[in-house]
């Protein structure tokens, strides 16, 4: 089921619905990694106060999450009281009600791509099995979460235009043929009753290409 499906919604919900089945904690997260500000956010939860976590980033390093997603290391701790360090950070957040941790990094190509949480999951009375089994399930989690980026960014890249960023023409036909449809759809009852077209044409452009060569030709039609 996770390496058939490319959806990045459905596939979280599919990767949490086999956690929480087998492993049935308090509370689990998915938290992916922001790339470009290097910092986690809470993709898919549940047991967890949503208006507490709705705009909370994790920067990488910081708490649980954090910590696992800077180092690419596994954290699994049957029992909280047992561990000297980890015992102080639960006694620091006592509104989490640490009873043990499960927190594992979903990697792939070298990369962390997110973090998987399960907090309070009576791990002492699961089979010793039962981690690798978590550990495998993180790993193919991980390369369906991979999937699912490249098809997104090779559909992104498909209907973009690479000079401007902007739309290019297979998108503005496959928008055209379903705005036209939509107002021939006696069913269908459009946001605005009409659309309209605009042309621009920018004067003389063959001649800055012919004279400053194709790459200011492409930076003026950017800009």
């Not at 089945?21 to 047991?47: C, I, K, R, T, V």
């Not at 699994?76 to 594992?104: G, K, N, Y």
């Not at 890249?157 to 496959?174: A, E, K, V």
């Amino acid at each position: 089921a996770l390496t058939a499906n490319l959806e990045l919604e459905p596939l979280l919900r599919a990767i949490l619905s086999q956690m929480e089945e087998y492993f049935g904690p308090e509370q689990w997260s998915l938290l992916m990694l922001d790339e470009e500000a290097n910092e986690l956010y809470y993709a898919l939860h549940a047991g967890i106060d949503a208006d507490n976590i709705a705009d909370l980033r994790i920067k990488m390093g910081e708490g649980i999450s954090g910590y696992v997603a800077l180092t690419g290391n596994p954290l699994v701790i049957p029992d909280v009281t047992a561990d000297p360090d980890w015992s102080t950070f639960a006694r620091q957040h006592p509104e989490m009600h640490l009873q043990s941790i499960a927190c594992l990094p979903l990697r792939h190509g070298g990369r962390t791509l997110g973090v998987l949480q399960l907090h309070n999951s009576k791990l002492d009375l699961l089979p010793e099995s039962s981690i690798s089994f978590l550990r495998v399930l993180c790993d193919y989690a991980a390369i369906a979460l991979a999937n699912a980026r490249y098809v997104k960014l090779v559909q992104h890249l498909t209907i973009t235009d690479d000079c401007t960023g902007l739309f290019n023409s297979r998108y503005l036909y496959t928008m055209l043929e379903s705005e036209i449809a939509a107002e021939n759809d006696p069913r269908v009852i459009p946001i605005k009753p009409h659309f309209s077209l605009l042309f621009l044409d920018l004067d003389h452009f063959k001649s800055v290409n012919d004279t400053h060569g194709h790459l200011v030709g492409s930076r003026l039609l950017a800009e």
